[in-house]
Every structure is written in structure tokens, then in C-alpha cells.
């Protein structure tokens, strides 16, 4: 491979782009538009994610390591018996945003046209539904009008639960940009303060659940005040007058709305008379919207806005739904989920016939298939005997994870492809290896439309192979081969632009016929582009032109009426709390590629919960202490954290750790699956839970170079992956055993081999207990109890003497030395600046003692946020702290 390499960043959907040089470094790369160079924090921590030592390596059987032949012969021998015996929709495909278009592609075609089922769903479930299913009823296909560029040039955006300082980091700092260069308002509607609320003129915090009395109030406020009326001269969308008595209905008054969405009525006021004062106004929305029982109403009650004001389409303005992984609109583009078929075609009698001639399927699905909720339920009920997970952790990421597992231990049959060993591969009868990114090929599409090359830069490991090679594979063993007969991505991606304008004739917006003309040479030189893409003139490499936005036809869009509807699940005395879930900056959904990055732990390394002050008062829920948190579905336990960021009632948890790194496990064991009734997104962030404080006899900490989690621990535990080793955080509400059991635990816990020479110090009165287990004068994992954190070490000094030589006469006072004074990240605190190591205690000293009172100050005196710049809405926040008094 020639590098330079220009590829994309398979994190979230801003779809950055990204060069691989020649010295074997990665810099985000300065011609592609969606990212001019910029990276976050992740993006720019993805070097230090390409180490093989925990890769999948080699097909597995039952956990025996076998041939591809071997493993993808029982594959498709194992699906070809169960069509014959049980039918075709007795198989199933669990699919993800993680794929390339091309893997998606061809995953499609084999399950809707060959296997004859539309049993094939996709994390994109539990992602862009309700978003899907919104712009499929207001403007009758799958569009998202806007672009990027919006952003840059409206006067008044509104961010609806997306946190976009954290989950796209590189669009937020663009919108940073834009208010920072031309002033324009940013409004923020998220129950939690967010760090994306540090840019916003006004921040909405509504009870969870109740976008839709939010925006109807403004549909109503916009009928009232005339603003419909200044809409430019084109038909008006059918349904405004029962959209906006709907509304009305929803929304009585000001009061009332104000009253069921928890908000002040001045604050709500100003976010209506902004907005209807303001032509050039975007509302960007992610999951605060989507995953909701009433994602596709709040989707629907958002756009209604945009229709009536004609604010659509045209620069500045327009609904912006944001995609949450790094293609899920390429999924959406080739119909990766049940409810369509491809292309954007549905499964109504003309697309079924079109798709029908078009593959030359032998058995084309004729009716939409379960989505990924019914699906797991039709394993565990034994409905569907054969299920095909391709890159997605279901075992940790979907709600009710415990009904999950059980399901794929009740499925006769369950293959996993995956690139590492994760909770959902360890139920798998075959695992089968994926190639990771760097070394796939294909395109993914951002949030813009823009579809954009992944370009291989390194070879897979062992016998990892891309996803669209195993598909075809199995097709062709399957008796198919003529239909998945592909030499590589490029012969699959001009068939699915092909598909795209097959007798489209401007039937579907989604058309990108022209790049079905590809040679191999244009494939692999495409620029980024963004769809409907039609031929252009001009020098060659550029030949196609997409189109930035898409004018949506107003005389085929409809309002949607919508009725508010609280919560599937409320809090009630029984289970007070309302739990919501998300994400933090530096993590990656299930952590497969972050969690092994020390520098990217270092920004939040342990799970939590957090709980307004006043509700912890009430529960006697102490900062850092551990609390049981508990819902109809399950329990885990946790570390709490107070924030004045939460809502009274409201709690969250981020969706990130599972089994492999804390004892609680995915927060999915006790997150609700109730489904919104028309997308079928499940409600990741409303499940009624209690808390209950649990006491804490002692606090531990663990230091070993050995990785894997500790056998049996009886108590709670975290996992995190540090230079040289692993960190274990622990803590006990049971006394730790004793004598002869207690020696055990202790040697076991460490890890420690019989060569192994135990150093030990106690000190009983204060209850402090330490180990450290030396191998031929090298120090292999020491252990610290005590009642109190402030009895337990500064773990860096251990970390930094991990697999050092330790001179005798120093150990006992390795053991003894470095009280942390109760931080567990030492004199520096946690880390606030990836990039270069700074510290939250480091940054308030700084800010105090050096007079700092602006970001470009802070910048100067200690370099945080002068590269990446994730960190710059919390060095705002740290500011805003000290200046206010209220910094820790
Ligand atoms: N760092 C990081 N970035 C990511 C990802 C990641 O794992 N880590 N994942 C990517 C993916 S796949 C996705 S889908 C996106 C998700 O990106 P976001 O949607 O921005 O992320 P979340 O944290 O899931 O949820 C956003 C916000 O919704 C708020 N919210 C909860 N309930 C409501 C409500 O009823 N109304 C409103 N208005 N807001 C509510 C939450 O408090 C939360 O702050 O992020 C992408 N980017
Ligand atoms: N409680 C709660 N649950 C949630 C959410 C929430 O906000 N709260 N968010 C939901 C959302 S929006 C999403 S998108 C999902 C994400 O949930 P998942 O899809 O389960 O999350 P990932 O960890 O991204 O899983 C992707 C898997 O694919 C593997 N992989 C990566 N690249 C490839 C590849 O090229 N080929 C193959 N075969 N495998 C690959 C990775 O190693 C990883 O195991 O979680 C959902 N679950
Ligand atoms: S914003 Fe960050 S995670 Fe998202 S694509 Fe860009 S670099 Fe990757
Ligand atoms: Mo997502």
C-alpha cells in the first residue's frame, strides 16, 4: 500500500477525513470538507488503536480455532438446512453502522433477495429509526434536506438532545466558530446541562420525554404570531391545519406547556420568539429525539416547525438530524433495515417487482421483516433458529441485555463477526474475524449525505477478512454465486448506485446513478461527494456533482398531527428516578477500540451515576460512594456522582462499560425496551429505576501487568487499561475474607505466580493493608486496601513502577509512601486535555494562580485544548467554575 492514504474516521458521522503517512502517523486531512484537517479527540487518538495483541485472528468453532473453509462451509450449510426446515424467515441478520456500504450492501441482498426474508435489522434500530421514520412521513422518503454548511451560515441554531461537544466534536466546534464569527444564537433543549451548553444563549432543560409539548407549543406560537404566514410562495404541505390543531391541543397555553415540560414559561417564551423571529434558523437533533417511545412524534413535531416557516432546503435552515456512527446513512441508503428494501424502496408492490428484476431474485422478501427487538424475542422464543451478528455488541448495547444474552444462548445457532472478543462474541457457536479499520475498503456516507472512501492503509492481521468477503462467501456456498460474483468493493458499489437509479426517473431522491460508471481506477480515487450525485463537467478526478442540499418538494411533504404522549414507562413511588443514558467524550460505545487506549481512559475512567444533589441528600447517596441501581429489568452497581447538571429525578449512566471492564457491566441489563410505535426504537433514555446508597467498608486499588478481569471478584470493580498494565479500582460492602481464604483472594487477586515474592505491609489501626508481588526484582502487581480513600495511593506512582526493577530496600516503602490525599488521579486530577495530559486540579491551581480568564489564556499557559480542542467546552466550564466559586 502506497501511503499516503486518504480515508475517513470510523468513529461518529461527521465523517472526518483522515491522511495515514508514510512515517506512520495520522493527521485529519485538510482537503476533506466535513473536517478541514480538524480531528477530535478520538479521531486523533486512532494510532494507538492499531495494535493487534487482542485482535480476532482466526475463525472458531465452539471456541476451537479453525480453516475459513471449514467455518464458513457449517455457516451456510447450518442456514440452508434451517430454510428448508423451518422457512426462510427462521434466519436472521443483525447488522450495524459499522459496516461499509458495500458489506451492508451485500448483506441485504443476501437476506431480502436470496434468503427470502427481510429478517435482517441493524443497530441503526436503536440509532437513526425514529429520524428515518420521520422523514419518511414528512417528505415520503428517507431525506435530510440540510448540510454542514447551514450551520456555518444560520443566525439561530437549536441543538435538541445531542450532545455535539462530545459525540461531534468537530461539527460543535464549527458551530462554535460560526457564533464566535457571525454571532448567531444557539439554543440547547437537553434535560442534563451538557458541556454543549457552554456555547448556549440559552439552555432548555426539560423534563425528559417532552420535546413533542415543546415543539408544539411552537407550532402553535408560530401559527399564532403570523410567522407561518411569511413562508416564500410555494404550496403549502398538506395536513398544517390538523398539525397545527394538534399542537394546540398538546400545547393549550404557554403556562401549560411550561408546566408539563418542567421549564420556566419566560425561558420557553424567548427559545419561541427567537425562532419565529429568525428566518435563518437549523435545529440539529440526535438521540434526546430518536430514542424515545416517541422519537418519531418529537422527529415529526420538529420539522412541522421548519415546514410551516418554509425554513427548508435553503442555506441556514432546516432540520439536521445527526448519525450517530460512521455510516449509519449508508445503511440507510441500501435499506439495511427491516422496514425497507433497498435503495429506498419500500416493499410496496411496484419496488418489490423493480428490486425483484433488478437482482434477478430467486425469492425476494414481500413484506417488511422483525426489527431488532422482535428479532432477539424470535430467538429466545425459538422462531428464529439462525442469527448472523455482524459488527454490533448486542450482548451489551441493546436495552433489557439480560433477555439479549438469553436469547443468544437459546438460538440453536449464533455466528458472530467481529474484529475482537467481546461480550457477544463469548455466546457465539462461530466467531468469525473482521477486517478492522485501515484495512477495509469500501465507502461510508456522513450526516450530510457525503459518501466518502475508507481506504485500507494497513493488511489485516492473521486471517482477518472484510465483511463483504464472508457474505459473498456464504452466498456462493449457498449456491448463489452467480448473483454475489464480486472481485472486490468496487464491483459492488457501482450495482448499489446502479439499484439507486434503476427506473428512478426522479422518482427517489436517492439517486447516485451516475457513479455506477466508476472504473475500479475512479472507485479508488472517488472524492468525497454528496448524494443525488449527477454527472458534472469539468477536469476528470472531478467529474461527478453532488448536491449540497435538497429542495424539498413542499407539494409531496406532509405535517404530521402529533399527539403528546409521556414516557412508556414513568417514574412512580415505587421507582422514582427517571434513568437516562448516553455517552462520554472519549469512549466508543462498547469500547472494543477505545477502552485499550490509556490516554483516551485517562478523560473518564470509571462508570457512574449521576444524581442531582438534593435526590442523593434525600438517599443518603454520598459523592464517589457506590449505590445500587435497580429497574424492572435488573440492578448494578455503581459509583455516584453529584452534578447540578441533572435534573431533580433524573439520573444518568453512560452506555459505554461492560462485563470486560466493571462488575456492574452494560447499564443495558436495567435500560427498558419499550418501543416508539412507529419506528420501533426502543427508549434508551427514560426507564423509571430506584437508588439506594450502599456502605462501603473498605476501597481497594490494583495494579497488575496481567490484563484479564479478576477471577470471582466479590465486590465492585473497574478495568482500566494504563501504560504497562491494568488499574482495577475496587471497592467492598462485604468485609474481605480472612486466615487462609484471605491469603488466597489476596495471591489470586494479584495474579501471583508460585516464583512470585509477596511484600507485604499492614497497618490494622488504620485499617491500610498493601501487597506487592515481585518477579526476579520486577514489580508484577501490587494491591492497596483501606477503609477510607484517603488510605489509598497515588496510582500513578505505582503505575509509573510497574515492571521496574524495585531495589530491596525500596519495596517496602513502595508500599508505604504516596498517600493520594483521597484523588485517585493524583496531584494532577482527572485528566481534562487528552492531547496533552492536563489535569482538572492542574487547570483550577492554573486558572487561580496564574489569573487566567479566558480559554486562549489557558491555552497559552498549559497547551490544553491547543491541539484537538474537544476539552475547550469543559476548560470554559472550568473558567465559569472558579469565577463563580462553585470549582471543586
Ligand atoms: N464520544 C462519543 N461520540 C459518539 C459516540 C460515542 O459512543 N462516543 N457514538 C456515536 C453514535 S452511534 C451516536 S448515535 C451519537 C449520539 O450522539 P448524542 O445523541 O449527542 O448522544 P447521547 O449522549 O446518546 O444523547 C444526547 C443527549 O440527549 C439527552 N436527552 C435524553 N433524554 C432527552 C429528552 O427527552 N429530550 C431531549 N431533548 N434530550 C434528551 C441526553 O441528556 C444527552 O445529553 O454519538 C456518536 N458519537
Ligand atoms: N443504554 C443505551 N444503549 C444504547 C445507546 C444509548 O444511548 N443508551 N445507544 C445505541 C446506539 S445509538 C448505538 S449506535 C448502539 C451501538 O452499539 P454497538 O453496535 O453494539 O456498539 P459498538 O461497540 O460500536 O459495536 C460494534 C462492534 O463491531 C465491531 N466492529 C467494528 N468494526 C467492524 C467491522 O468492520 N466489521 C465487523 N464485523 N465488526 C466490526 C466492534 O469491535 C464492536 O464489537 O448502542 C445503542 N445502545
Ligand atoms: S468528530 Fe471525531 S469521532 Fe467524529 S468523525 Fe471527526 S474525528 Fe472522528
Ligand atoms: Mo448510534
Known sequence: MRLPVRTTCPYCGVGCGIVANADGTLAGDPQHP??????????????????????????????????????????????????????????????????????????????????????????????MASSVAGHIRAFGEDIVPGCYDDIDVADLVVVVGS???????????????????????????????????????LHLAPRAGTDVVVFAGLLAHLAASGACDKAPAQPLAAGFDEAVEAAREAA????????????????????????????????????????????????????????????????????LSLTGQPNAMGGREVGGLASQLAAHMGFGAADIDRVQRFWDAPRLATRPGLKAIDLFDAALTGNVKALWIIGTNPA????????????????????????????????????????????????????????????????????????????????????????????????IFREHAALSAFENAGRRVFDIGALAQLSDAGYDQLQPVQWPVCIADGPKEARFRGRQRVPVDTAKARFVATAYRPPAQAADEAWPLTLNTGRVRDQWHTMTRTGAVPRLMAHCSEPFLDIHPADAGRLGVADGGLVRVESRFGTVVLRARLSHGQRLGEVFVPMHWTDRYCSAGPVGRIVGAAADPVSGQPELKATPVKVTAIATLWRGVLVRRAAPAPPGMPCYWVRIPVAGGQLFELAGSEPLPSGRSGEAWISEVLGASPAAELVIYADARRGAFRYASIVGDRLEACLFIAREPAGLPAREVSIAALGRRV???????????????????????????????????????????????????????LQAGTNCGSCVPELAGALRHVKAGTAL
Not at 840 to 846: E, G, P, V
Request: aromatic residues 6%.
Open 807 to 861: 531495589a530491596a530496600e525500596a519495596r517496602l516503602a513502595l508500599l508505604a509512601g504516596h498517600d493520594s490525599a483521597g484523588s485517585p488521579d493524583g496531584e494532577a486530577g482527572r485528566t481534562v486535555c487528552t492531547c496533552f495530559g492536563v489535569g482538572l486540579r492542574t487547570l483550577y491551581r492554573a486558572i487561580v494562580e496564574r489569573r487566567l480568564a479566558s480559554v486562549a489564556d489557558i491555552g497559552s499557559a
Open 396 to 491: 451489551d448495547s441493546m436495552p433489557r441485555a439480560a433477555r439479549v444474552r438469553a436469547a443468544l444462548q437459546a438460538c440453536p445457532f449464533i455466528v458472530v463477526s467481529d474484529c475482537w472478543p467481546t461480550d457477544t462474541t463469548r455466546l457465539a457457536d462461530i466467531v468469525l474475524p473482521a477486517a478492522a479499520w485501515g484495512e477495509k475498503d469500501g465507502t461510508v456516507t456522513n450526516s450530510e449525505r457525503r459518501i466518502s472512501r475508507q481506504r485500507p492503509f494497513r493488511p489485516p492481521p492473521g486471517a482477518a477478512r472484510p465483511d463483504w468477503w464472508m457474505l459473498t462467501e456464504i452466498a456462493r456456498r449457498m449456491g448463489w454465486g452467480q448473483a454475489f460474483r464480486y472481485r472486490g468493493p468496487a464491483d
Open 34 to 127: 466535513a473536517n478541514r484537517g480538524r480531528l477530535c479527540s478520538k479521531g486523533a487518538g486512532l494510532g494507538e488503536t492499531l495494535d493487534d495483541a487482542d485482535r480476532l485472528l482466526q475463525p472458531e468453532i465452539r471456541g476451537r480455532k479453525a480453516g475459513w473453509d471449514e467455518a464458513l462451509d457449517r455457516v451456510a450449510e447450518t442456514v440452508s438446512r434451517t430454510i428448508i426446515r423451518h422457512g426462510p424467515d427462521a434466519v436472521g441478520f443483525y447488522v450495524s453502522g459499522q459496516l461499509l456500504t458495500e458489506d451492508y450492501y451485500v448483506a441485504n441482498k443476501l437476506m431480502k433477495g436470496f434468503i427470502g426474508s427481510a429478517n435482517i435489522d441493524t443497530n441503526s434500530r436503536l440509532c
Open 163 to 201: 450532545n455535539m461537544a462530545w459525540c461531534h466534536p468537530v461539527l460543535y466546534q464549527r458551530l462554535a466558530a460560526a457564533k464566535a464569527a457571525r454571532g448567531s444564537r444557539i439554543v440547547v433543549i437537553d434535560p442534563r446541562r451538557t458541556a454543549t451548553c457552554e456555547i448556549a444563549d
Open 252 to 319: 393549550p397555553s404557554l403556562a401549560e406547556t411550561a408546566s408539563v415540560a418542567g421549564l420556566a414559561p419566560a425561558d420557553l417564551a424567548r427559545f419561541y420568539a427567537w425562532f419565529a423571529t429568525t428566518e435563518r434558523t437549523v435545529t440539529v437533533f440526535s438521540q434526546g429525539v430518536n430514542q424515545s417511545s416517541a422519537g418519531t412524534d418529537k422527529v415529526n413535531a420538529i420539522i412541522n416547525c421548519h415546514l410551516a416557516t418554509g425554513r427548508i432546503g435553503r442555506p441556514g435552515m432546516g432540520p
